[in-house]
């Protein structure tokens, strides 16, 4: 069983600033996942030609089941609301998608915790102070029948201020504490390791270094596991011709 998750950065290639819907095929299909999880995915975005990604990366992986989670409509960075619990197709919006080779039980969409919209940050790096405008953010879970059995799988895109992403993960784990299925736990988690599994109480499946793209100093992307699925065969992480995360992948020796 092969799991990715990558932050595509809505398909721009920082190489040249642009949007190349044939990159993030050939991305997707060299990354040759049975499970997928993306983050900062565009939907009906005038940035990504109107393209809807989750749709682009289902076709070029073989995805049976797919769902996208709005986070906002409109668009980062512009103008935009939190979106709505029933987000529909047509309308901007920008959020995380996962999608499986393996059917779908049932999906759901966790809306997570916000701090205030616009609130003051301290950059110790700069040593100054700067306003910064959240955005809200979402959880895509999929309950997916896989040749082992049933296994919950979510994907989440956490908040990169200080303490509010420790915040919202804890959230996601009380969520999923009901679940009796392995669950697997992917993203962009805007934490380091080893701080997201020790916080989850999760085993992490890869430690692999994964931004910046080009010369990575640490890791924000994560696959965390509750419970069995098997044995780590390998783990990566591949840099492309788009985005400024590079994509964490691992390959599981499971028992069929």
């Known amino acids: 069983m092969r799991l990715a998750t990558f932050n595509i950065l809505h ?12 990159r993030l095929r050939a991305a997707v299909r060299e990354l040759d996942p049975d499970i997928l999880a993306l983050q900062e995915v565009d ?13 682009v990366a289902g076709e070029a992986m073989g995805a049976v089941s797919q769902r996208f989670a709005a986070a906002l409509s409109g668009t980062p960075g512009a103008t935009w609301i939190a979106a709505a619990e029933r987000d529909l197709p047509g309308e901007a919006s920008y959020g995380v998608a996962l999608l499986s080779r393996y059917p779908a039980r049932s999906w759901q969409v966790l809306r997570l915790p916000r701090i205030r919209p616009t609130f003051p940050m301290w950059l110790r790096g700069r040593r100054r102070m700067i306003m910064v405008r959240e955005e809200p953010r979402a959880v895509v879970i ?11 799988v979510a994907n989440t895109h956490l908040s990169f201020v200080p303490g509010w992403g420790r915040h ?4 996601i784990v009380r969520d999923l504490e009901p679940v009796t299925a392995p669950v697997v736990l992917m ?16 085993t992490r499946l890869a430690e692999q270094l994964t931004f910046p793209a080009d010369d990575p100093t640490e890791q924000l992307d994560h696959i965390l596991l509750r419970g069995e699925l098997g044995r780590v065969r390998v783990s990566q992480a591949r840099e492309f011709d788009l985005s400024d995360h590079r994509a964490l992948v691992v390959e599981l020796e499971t028992a069929n």
């Open 11 to 22: 398909g721009r290639s920082p190489s040249d600033g642009t949007v190349d819907l044939d």
């Open 43 to 55: 939907r009906d975005q005038p940035r990504s030609h109107l393209a809807d990604l989750t749709a």
């Open 142 to 152: 999929g309950l997916l029948d896989t040749p082992v059995g049933p296994v919950t």
């Open 168 to 171: 919202q993960l804890r959230r």
């Open 187 to 202: 993203g962009d988690l805007n934490m380091t390791e080893p701080l997201p599994a020790h916080r989850a109480g999760y």
